[in-house]
Structure formats: C-alpha cells, structure tokens
T-cell receptor, first 110, second 113 residues
Framework: DAKTTQPPSMDCAEGRAANLPCNHS???????VYWYRQIHSQGPQYIIH???NNETNEMASLIITEDRKSSTLILPHATLRDTAVYYC???????????FGAGTRLTVKP | DTEVTQTPKHLVMGMTNKKSLKCEQH?????MYWYKQKAKKPPELMFV???????INESVPSRFSPECPNSSLLNLHLHALQPEDSALYLC????????????FGQGTRLTVV
C-alpha cells in the first residue's frame, strides 16, 4: 500500500474551516484514501473515504486531486471537539492491511 | 449496533501472569484486527483475521497469541509480557470485502509491572 505524508500538527480557529492535507504520491489505481481521527485516549473513528471523486458526508468533505497524488480533508466549521489526531490512510480495495502513518495533530482554538 | 466492545478497559498484570483481552462485535464483520498503540504514537498493526483465519501477523512476539473462536469474537492471550508491552491495545472490525470503513473499540489500557 502507498505511504502517506501529513504535517505533524496544525491549528485552527473555532468556527473556521480546517483543511488537513495528505500526500500519497505513490498511490495506485485501486487504492482508496481513508481518513480517521483519534480523540485523546479513544479508539480511532472513521471519517470519510474516496477513490477519485470528491466526497462529502455529515462530518467532512474529502477533496482528491485529479492525479490522486494528494488529498485534503475539510472540516467546514471546526469545533473544540474536533481537536484530535487525524490519520490519512491509503488502502487497496478488498484489502485488510490497514496501517496508520504518523497523522496530523489538529488543535482547534477558541 | 455499530459497536466494537473491548474488555477489560484497564488491566494491570505481572510479568509472570497470563491474561486475555477480549473483543466483540455483532455487525457481521468478517475481518477483525488487533493494534498496539504506545503514547503519542499511531496505532501499530499486530494481527488481522479474515473469516476467522489469521491473515496478517506482523512478526509479533509469541508472548502475544491471538485467537478468533467465531465470527463475533477476537481474543488476545498474553503471557510473560515485558514492561515495554504496556500500551493501549485496540481492536477493530470491518466487512471483509469492498471499500469499507473499520470500526474501532475504545481499547484496553494494559500496564505490565
């Protein structure tokens, strides 16, 4: 599976959009991009995933570049409860080999 | 029911003890995972079971012994652990096929003394 690179930390003001980037330049055609987050001392929580089209759900939006080498997770109106470590994972279809990179520690500030 | 339940939530064990961690899900998922997470580090994949058979073993020491007795249950048997094995142990499950998300339990906080 392709490796991912994320900035180690980011800050965001409460109520503003949080844009979290992920680089996955070695992604192959059958690999999906998944985002999870982990709030302190809890299990990771699934947020969203996509293959090549942009995706949106009640939690976030996922923007994947046309060449699929990078993506951005957007939390449209960040709250203090969104403070967490966000992990971008690339994973092949029908594959259970799910590994976490270092992630981005997002701090939402009042 | 979209829960993965892990028991116990906390466990303190001596280096000569034998204990087990338990994970349960009732979502019909046929893939189940164990991860180990040290403080301020990402979860590290340990084992993956697919249709109750071990499909991935990340060269985990034999003092950790996984077991999947049925499609809803996953155990991790612990024996002769070292203090450096102290960590948060996370269980997850997912559908076996397709592009599917994984559901995680809240973990067992293990301390080896």
């Amino acid at each position: 599976d392709a490796k991912t690179t994320q900035p180690p930390s980011m800050d965001c003001a409460e109520g503003r959009a949080a844009n979290l980037p992920c680089n996955h330049s070695t992604i192959s055609g059958n690999e999906y991009v998944y985002w999870y987050r982990q709030i302190h001392s809890q299990g990771p929580q699934y947020i969203i995933h996509g293959l090549k089209n942009n995706e949106t759900n009640e939690m976030a939006s996922l923007i994947i570049t046309e060449d699929r080498k990078s993506s951005t997770l957007i939390l449209p109106h960040a709250t203090l409860r969104d403070t967490a470590v966000y992990y971008c994972i690339v994973r092949r279809y029908n594959n259970n080999d799910m590994r976490f990179g270092a992630g981005t520690r997002l701090t939402v500030k009042p | 029911d979209t829960e993965v339940t892990q028991t116990p939530k906390h466990l303190v064990m001596g280096m000569t003890n034998k204990k087990s961690l338990k994970c349960e899900q009732h979502m019909g998922h046929r893939a189940m995972y164990w991860y180990k997470q040290k403080a301020k580090k990402p979860p590290e994949l340990m084992f993956v079971y697919s249709y109750e058979k071990l499909s991935i073993n990340e060269s985990v020491p034999s003092r950790f012994s996984p077991e999947c007795p049925n499609s809803s249950l996953l155990n991790l048997h612990l024996h002769a652990l070292q203090p450096e094995d102290s960590a948060l142990y996370l269980c997850a499950s997912s559908r076996q096929t397709g592009s599917t998300e994984a559901f995680f339990g809240q973990g067992t906080r293990l301390t080896v003394v």
